[in-house]
């Protein structure tokens, strides 16, 4: 049985991934959602309460993971905008069209906790959840990680710091502080080794 390997996820990394569900009146729902790959074969998730695909999930005890790149997909499917020729059956679930790969899970545990914030307190759920069947559409297949973008991002600051003025400069050197630590909280040893090395030569 293939495992998360063979879509290229890592162990302890999270992935910009859109998961779909059904609605209670079967209609289809997609919202773009970060995915913990905890091992081969488990994933975590961490959903507010205010997602509607929350209480899908709930409701269903399965969902769909899908692994794509098209930045319109990912917009349409947070505006709630996508159409319903995007979806395709799969079993009991419905799969993104033109996802380059996508698999089924089914919610093994969930945990409510409170999370606090600047603004205030809000309720997230953990969900784990166990990889079912992986289909791979596309064998270039590669799960979005946004540390790969962070380091792209920090290069091109870095590239363009001396020849700007102080003010611009200062305001890239602290961009690129921000990129390192979104690289230190989502990426992975080679993220992070990069990083450093953009820093160290700053």
Do not use: W
């Not at 991002?153 to 700007?164: G, H």
């Amino acid at each position: 049985m293939q495992d998360l390997s063979s879509i290229k996820m890592e162990n302890g990394l999270l992935y910009e991934t859109i998961i779909t569900t059904k609605n209670s009146d079967g209609t289809p729902n997609a919202a773009p959602v970060g995915v913990v790959c905890k091992n081969g074969s488990k994933i975590i998730l961490y959903l507010s309460e205010a997602v509607h695909t929350l209480q899908n999930i709930k409701n269903n005890g399965h969902f769909i993971v899908n692994i794509l790149k098209d930045p319109i997909i990912f917009t349409k499917s947070i505006m709630g905008e996508l159409s319903p020729d995007c979806f395709k059956n799969h079993l009991n679930d419905l799969y993104i069209t033109n996802a380059d790969a996508f698999f089924s899970a089914t919610v093994i545990k969930s945990k409510e906790i409170e999370k606090g914030h600047k603004i205030g307190n809000s309720k997230l759920t953990i969900i784990t959840a166990e990889v079912n069947e992986i289909i791979i559409k596309n064998k270039n297949v590669e799960p979005l990680n946004r540390a790969n973008f962070a380091i792209i991002e920090s290069l091109i600051y870095l590239c363009r710091i001396n020849i700007v003025d102080n003010k611009t400069a200062q305001m890239y050197l602290e961009r690129i502080n921000e990129m390192s630590r979104l690289v230190t909280r989502v990426g992975s040893t080679e993220h992070k080794k990069a990083m450093k090395e953009i820093i160290s030569s700053i």
